[in-house]
């Protein structure tokens, strides 16, 4: 069974420790991810973007094969399935299709329009049990063609969307997504910490959790961020795992790849970068 983000980011809060996202593809990443998170006894966040969700056939599709495979592998640990990075449309299918959790991403708009849209999407998905994540000052880089150039957030822009009621704030604090360069500066925590007095209780949530080092990490963790973002280092894992596979030559015997055999190195790669995660975050034998 799927559940909203508000119970578990609740108690991440007060415990000190964040629930790791990562964003899924197919039904292999699904899988990998929810045997890692049943392993570490963590509650987890399925991440899907609008374009993953296309790729899969559409939002439906997507929510069905989740909850099936929750049932199928016995999976006991709290699992969100959450919209990332949603337009007012998207999300609004995602709630119809059965997501637990959305992302509307007003960011690119005024913060005028920004509280307006947010509102009548909070509006939207409380009455459907739905849990809400805003987010205000546009994370860097760029994830299924939506570019941000990593704003940093005004501490009072996010109390003005805290205080709607969302369950959730991803506030642009130096992030970005994909890899960080050489010149990054890092996270300005002297916002985070303005946003956190301005907004707690409010959880927080860091996008771009590839290649933040674990100091900072830690340091954001006990600033207020209760959810951290993990794609790209995923599809890097995976990624590096299937080209190993098919350059060693195995599993051809002159007929082929096998597919199951092609995809499982990947699919263990992403099992072992989600459990590191899960270990860093803190979230392990939390669920």
Not at 257 to 283: H, Q
Request: aromatic share 6%.
């Amino acid at each position: 069974m799927l559940v909203n983000a508000k119970e578990a980011l609740k108690k991440a809060k007060e415990g000190k420790y964040a629930i790791g996202q990562f964003n899924i593809n197919n039904l292999e990443w699904t899988k990998s991810i929810l045997l890692a998170a049943e392993e570490c006894k963590s509650p987890v966040i399925l991440g899907v973007s609008e374009g993953a969700g296309k790729y899969m056939t559409g939002f439906k599709t997507v929510a069905s094969m989740v909850s099936a495979m929750v049932e199928d592998l016995k999976i006991t640990v709290p699992v969100i399935l959450h919209l990332d990075h949603g337009s007012y449309e998207g999300a609004k299918a995602a709630i119809e299709a059965g997501f637990s959790s959305v992302m509307f991403d007003g960011s690119h708009y005024g913060i005028e329009e920004n509280i307006e849209k947010t509102k009548e999407m909070i509006a939207l998905a409380n009455s459907k049990g739905v849990s809400v994540e805003a987010e205000v000052g546009a994370i860097g880089g760029e994830e299924d063609g939506v570019v941000g150039n990593g704003e940093v957030a005004d501490p009072n822009e996010c109390k003005m969307i805290a205080d709607l009621g969302v369950d959730m704030l991803a506030a642009g604090i130096g992030n970005i997504h994909g890899k960080y360069p050489e010149n990054w500066t890092g996270l300005n925590f002297d916002v985070l910490a303005d946003i956190e007095k301005a907004t707690s209780p409010m959880p927080l949530v860091l996008h771009g959790g590839t290649g933040i080092p674990s100091d900072m990490i830690k340091k954001a963790i006990s600033l207020g961020v209760s959810k951290i973002n993990v794609n790209t280092e995923c599809q890097i894992a995976f990624a590096e795992a299937t080209r190993k596979y098919i350059e060693d030559g195995k599993d051809l015997e002159g007929k082929g790849f096998d597919p199951r055999k092609l995809l499982a190195p990947g699919a263990a790669a992403i099992k072992a970068t989600v459990i590191e995660k899960m270990e860093l975050f803190g979230s392990v034998n939390k669920a």
